[in-house]
Structures are given as structure tokens and as C-alpha cells.
């Protein structure tokens, strides 16, 4: 089945580490995107990118990293810049950037400070 | 800037009931709005989508309407049932070839069999 595949499910990061999401798509979708929820908030755009080479920054991009070197993946990488990481980070992606399509979101990656 | 209300953050109601959910956004230039469906520690599915041109959309026993005059969007649950319990969310686009939506927080629908 074609869908968003986000890895881990769970990932812990000590002070002063860089760690790295996995976000990975087979829908053949042009456009990708990170969200960052925290409890009893709505989502909050972190970085999206329209097609492969090209990404934007969204809302709260200050401590974050992306790249976008393939159509199906979208790493995001928390940085030790990023001094309260601890969160709920949702990928999702969409046919072409152009919000009259909906957006297919992953399962998510909850990430927390050792 | 645009932002979105979703009223009230917690609702409960037996089986069998019709319900409507709110959501509020303050600007009335906008190009789409989406709802959508979170389970708990899941990612969000989309179940609606309706654009500007357009006054409301349905799929099975949702509908969800848009009022762009009022800034305001309801979803309709008819017959609800236990596993509909979920945290809704809804999300507005401003502008043509906006990348970004603006999500309300949420309104937690508890089903009650």
C-alpha cells in the first residue's frame, strides 16, 4: 500500500546531540512537509519543500535542518540549536504544493530529551 | 495573519447521536479549508476538503460546510458511533499556491457506547 513512513516511532536525545528523522514516501508525491505538535497545540509548520533540490522554511525552522536530495524522502534533522526538541514531529506530502490537495500525514515520531 | 478556533477543545456524546463540530478562522480570503481525523499517538488522516468555490462536501456520514462571509466551517457527524472518538482538526488555506495551512487545536470527540 502506497502511504508516509516515518522512522522511529520513538527517538531520545541527549544534550547537546544532533539526531535525525526519517520520513519516507511512495505516493510519487512532488511536495513533503514537517509539523511539529506539542500537547493541546495545533500543528506548526517547520519546513516544506515543493520538489526534489528545493525546500522553504515554514513557521519554527530556527534549530531545525532538512534536505531534500530524492522525490521520496525528507529528513529532518533537530539540532542542539533546537533547546526545547521535545515533541510530536509529523511528516506529511501532498500531489504538488498547491494546498488544493489534500495532505497525507505518516504516523508520526515522538521525540524526548534524556 | 490567519488564525483558526476550533470550539469546544472536549465533547461527549452517546451513540447514536448526530453531532456538529466548529471551526472558526478570521480570515475570510481563504482557498481551502480541510478537516481532518487524529488518533491517539497516530499522524492525522484527511477526511474532507472543501474549496472556496464550493459550500460543503460529504462522504459517508460526514458533511462538512464552509461559510467564507461568516469564517466559519462545521462538520456533521451523523449517527455517531464509539469509533468515532478521535481528536478533530481543522486547517485553512489562505491564497492560491499556499503551501502552508494554519490548524486549529482540536476538538477531542469521546463516543459513548
Redesign the interface.
Known amino acids: 500500500d502506497g502511504g ?1 513512513t ?1 522512522s522511529p516511532k520513538y527517538l531520545f536525545r541527549k544534550e547537546g546531540q544532533n539526531v535525525t528523522l526519517s520520513c519516507e514516501q511512495n505516493l510519487n508525491h512532488d ?1 513533503m ?1 514537517w509539523y511539529r505538535q506539542d500537547p ?6 517547520i519546513y ?1 519543500s ?1 520538489i526534489v533540490n528545493d525546500f ?1 522554511k ?2 519554527i525552522a530556527e534549530g531545525y535542518s532538512v534536505s531534500r536530495e530524492k522525490k521520496e524522502s525528507f529528513p529532518l534533522t533537530v539540532t542542539s540549536a533546537q533547546k526545547n526538541p521535545t515533541a510530536f514531529y ?1 511528516c ?1 506530502s501532498s500531489t504538488t ?4 490537495q ?7 515520531t ?1 521525540l524526548s530529551i534524556l | 495573519k490567519q488564525e ?1 478556533t476550533q470550539i469546544p ?1 472536549a465533547l461527549s456524546v452517546p451513540e447514536g447521536e448526530n453531532l456538529v463540530l466548529n471551526c472558526s478562522f478570521t480570515d475570510s480570503a481563504i ?2 479549508l ?1 478537516w ?1 481525523r487524529q488518533d491517539p ?6 477526511l474532507l ?1 472543501i ?1 472556496s468555490s464550493q459550500r460543503e462536501q460529504t462522504s459517508g456520514r460526514l458533511n462538512a460546510s464552509l461559510d467564507k462571509s461568516s469564517g466559519r466551517s462545521t462538520l456533521y457527524i451523523a449517527a455517531s458511533q464509539p469509533g468515532d472518538s478521535a481528536t478533530y ?1 481543522c ?1 485553512a ?1 489562505s491564497g ?11 476538538t477531542k470527540l469521546s463516543v459513548i457506547p
Not at chain 1, 40 to 45: A, D, F, K, N, T
Not at chain 2, 96 to 106: E, I, N, R, V
Open positions: 508516509i516515518q511536495a512537509y493541546g497545540q495545533g500543528l506548526r509548520l516544506y515543493q522553504q515554514g513557521d509529523l506529511a504544493g498547491y494546498s488544493n489534500p495532505q497525507h500525514f505518516g504516523d508520526g515522538r | 483558526v477543545a482557498y481551502n480541510q481532518f499517538g497516530k499522524g492525522l488522516t484527511s476538503l474549496q482538526l486547517a488555506s492560491a499556491g499556499s503551501y502552508q495551512l494554519t490548524f486549529g487545536k482540536g
